[in-house]
């Protein structure tokens, strides 16, 4: 079993910069991908980055540019460094995994299965 923790969210005005964590622990290793989640109210979760067991990143074309995903696969840990925030990535954001087999497979975002309960990140204009 997997379990996800994710730390880091809060409020920043419009063009401000966040870095969340994600702690993994469980039965986890380095033939899981992780990825980043969000929701949004009324809206529906969506993807907007992951990192493949080689560090390939995929991003959503929202946070090109801005967002930037990494991995420390000795202490476990996914990050996600937001800068040029804007109010539409006002969301609560989900800690992903899904399970890899291949190191050079990236998974889609509708493959992930393992989720964290998610920090709220809230960007004021």
């Known amino acids: 079993q997997v379990q996800l923790v994710e730390s880091g969210g809060g409020s920043v005005q419009a063009g401000g910069s966040l870095r969340l964590s994600c702690a993994a622990s469980?039965?986890?290793?380095?033939?899981?991908?992780m990825g980043w989640f969000r929701q949004a109210p009324g809206k529906e979760r969506g993807g907007v980055a992951g990192?493949?067991?080689?560090?390939?990143?995929r991003y959503a074309d929202s946070v090109k540019g801005r967002f930037t995903i990494s991995k420390d696969n000795a202490k476990l840990t996914l990050l996600l460094q937001m800068n040029g925030l804007k109010p539409e990535d006002t969301a609560m954001y989900y800690c992903?995994?899904?399970?890899?087999?291949?190191?050079?497979?990236?998974?889609?975002?509708?493959?992930?299965?393992?989720w964290g309960q998610g920090t709220q990140v809230t960007v004021s204009s």
């Open positions: 992903a995994a899904v399970l890899c087999l291949s190191s050079s497979y990236n998974p889609r975002f509708d493959e992930y299965n393992v």
């Open positions: 469980g039965y986890i290793n380095g033939r899981f991908c």
């Open positions: 990192i493949g067991r080689d560090g390939t990143p």
